[in-house]
C-alpha cells in the first residue's frame, strides 16, 4: 500500500512538473504571443503537435494540423505615442485598435463633442479626444478624422477581434490616470501591415474509444493569443495557455492503454479565437465525422484560478452535461463549486453549440489572477490553484 501510494503521488509530481514546463515554453519569447506576427501561432502548433505525436494520437486526415486562412491587421514594428511631449509606454499606457492604418507624425486634437465651428472645419489632420460615451463618432467617424483618442480609466486592455478588416482612420486606447494635463497635441508612429490571406492551422488529434468508437467527444481550447502589439508582447497565460495545457494533459492521459476511453475522443486546438472563433468556426464547418455523433463538447478557456469554483457557459441549457459535473463534483469534493450560466458565444464551444451539439466552456473564478488582454497575463502570474481538480473532475466526466 505505501508503495502504491508513493508511485501516485509520483506520477502526479511527473505529470505536474510537465503542466509547467509546457506553459512555459507556450508563453516564451520563442513563441511570440501565439499571434499573428513572426508566425506566433504556426510555432506553438508544431509544439503541440509534437507532443501529440509523443503521446501516439492518432492523425485526423492524415496530419495533425487542419490548415486555413484569414484576413488580419497587425503591427510588426515597434510604435510609439507621445501626449503633450510626455512619452507612454506602449501596453500599458495605451493600446492601437486593431483595424488601424499606419500613422506617422505630429498632430493636433479636439476633444469632442465638437463646436459648431470644429464640425466645419477640415479634421483630416486632427485626432479626436473622447471616452467611452464618444463611441458613436467612431464606428461612423462623421467628422472624417486623422483618428482618435480615448481616454479609460485604467489600464487599457488590447483585443485584435476588430483586425480582421482595416478602417480610414487609427485608434488609440490611453489610460487617463498617467496624463499629466489635458492632451494638446501628440506625436505617434505606427506602422501596420494587413495580411489578407494569413495561413494558420487547428492542431487535432484522436484516440480511438473501446465500446462505442463511432460516438466521439471533442475536448477543446484555444491555443493562439494576441501575439505581438509592436514591441509589446501579450503571452496569454491563463488565456488560453491554461486551457491548452489541460488539452495536452488530458491527451496523454486518454492516449495511454490502461486509461483508453469508452466513447472516441477528437482533442482539438483552435487558432483564431481572438480574431472572431475562427478556428473553430472552420472547424465545425469542415469536421471529418458525422456531427450528428458527437456526444459532447467541453472547451477549456482561462482556467488558472479556482478558488471561487469554476463556471459552465450553457451549463443552464445543457443540462445533462451540467447535471453531471455537479453530482462528480459534490461525490468527490474536487471544486468549490459548479456553477451553471445562460448561452454565450464567448469561446470556441459557440461554432459547435450552433450546431446543435452538447458544447459548453468552462472558466475558473477567483481573484488570484486577474490580468486579462494585458501583457501582465505571463507564466509568472500563474497560480493553477485548482488545475489538479479540473484536471480530475474531466477526466472523470469524460470517462462516464
Not at 46 to 54: D, E, R, T
Not at 101 to 109: A, K, L, M, R, W
Request: charged letters at 25%; proline letters at 2%.
Amino acid at each position: 500500500m505505501i508503495l502504491l501510494t508513493w508511485s501516485f503521488f509520483t506520477l502526479q509530481a511527473q505529470d505536474r512538473i510537465a503542466v509547467e514546463r509546457h506553459l512555459k515554453k507556450l508563453t516564451s519569447n520563442s513563441f511570440a504571443g501565439r499571434g499573428y506576427v513572426n508566425n506566433g501561432d504556426a510555432k506553438a502548433a508544431k509544439y503541440i503537435a509534437k507532443q501529440f505525436k509523443k503521446y501516439q494520437l492518432e492523425t485526423i486526415n492524415g496530419s495533425y494540423f487542419q490548415n486555413y486562412s484569414f484576413g488580419i491587421n497587425t503591427f510588426p514594428n515597434p510604435i510609439s505615442l507621445s501626449i503633450n511631449q510626455q512619452e507612454l509606454v506602449a501596453g500599458t499606457d495605451f493600446v492601437v485598435g486593431a483595424s488601424s492604418i499606419s500613422t506617422i507624425g505630429d498632430f493636433e486634437v479636439k476633444y469632442l463633442p465638437l463646436s459648431e465651428e470644429d464640425k466645419k472645419s477640415d479634421l483630416s489632420k486632427t485626432f479626436l479626444v473622447g471616452n467611452k460615451s464618444h463611441k458613436e463618432f467612431l464606428k461612423a467617424n462623421i467628422y472624417q478624422a486623422k483618428g482618435f483618442l480615448y481616454l479609460e480609466e485604467k489600464q487599457p486592455i488590447w483585443s485584435v477581434y476588430s483586425g480582421r478588416d482595416t478602417s480610414s482612420y487609427i485608434v488609440l486606447k490611453v489610460n487617463d490616470e498617467i496624463l499629466k494635463d489635458s492632451v494638446r497635441s501628440l506625436s505617434l508612429n505606427v506602422e501596420s501591415l494587413y495580411q489578407s490571406d494569413y495561413q494558420t492551422q487547428n492542431v487535432w488529434g484522436f484516440v480511438e474509444g473501446k465500446k462505442h468508437k463511432d460516438s466521439i467527444i471533442i475536448i477543446g481550447a484555444h491555443y493562439d493569443h494576441l501575439g505581438m502589439m509592436g514591441q509589446v508582447m501579450y503571452r496569454g497565460a491563463n488565456d488560453n495557455a491554461s486551457g491548452t495545457v489541460m488539452v495536452m494533459d488530458l491527451a496523454k492521459y486518454f492516449s495511454q492503454a490502461e486509461n483508453k476511453p469508452d466513447y472516441s475522443i477528437v482533442f482539438a486546438l483552435f487558432s483564431g479565437e481572438e480574431a472572431g472563433l475562427m478556428g473553430s468556426t472552420y472547424m465545425v464547418e469542415n469536421f471529418p465525422y458525422d456531427l450528428r455523433k458527437v456526444k459532447m463538447m467541453i472547451n477549456l478557456d482561462m482556467i488558472a484560478t479556482g478558488s471561487a469554483g469554476i463556471t459552465v457557459v450553457n451549463g443552464k441549457t445543457v443540462a445533462r452535461v451540467f447535471n453531471r459535473m455537479e453530482e462528480v463534483n459534490n461525490e468527490n469534493s474536487y471544486l468549490k463549486e459548479v456553477k451553471a450560466r445562460g448561452e454565450s458565444c464567448n469561446s470556441d464551444h459557440c461554432p459547435f453549440y450552433e450546431k446543435g451539439i452538447d458544447a459548453v466552456f468552462i472558466y475558473t473564478r477567483g481573484p488570484e489572477a486577474t490580468a486579462y488582454h494585458i501583457p501582465e497575463d505571463h507564466y509568472q502570474s500563474l497560480p493553477l490553484t485548482e488545475f489538479d481538480d479540473l484536471f480530475l473532475l474531466l477526466r472523470d466526466i469524460i470517462k462516464e
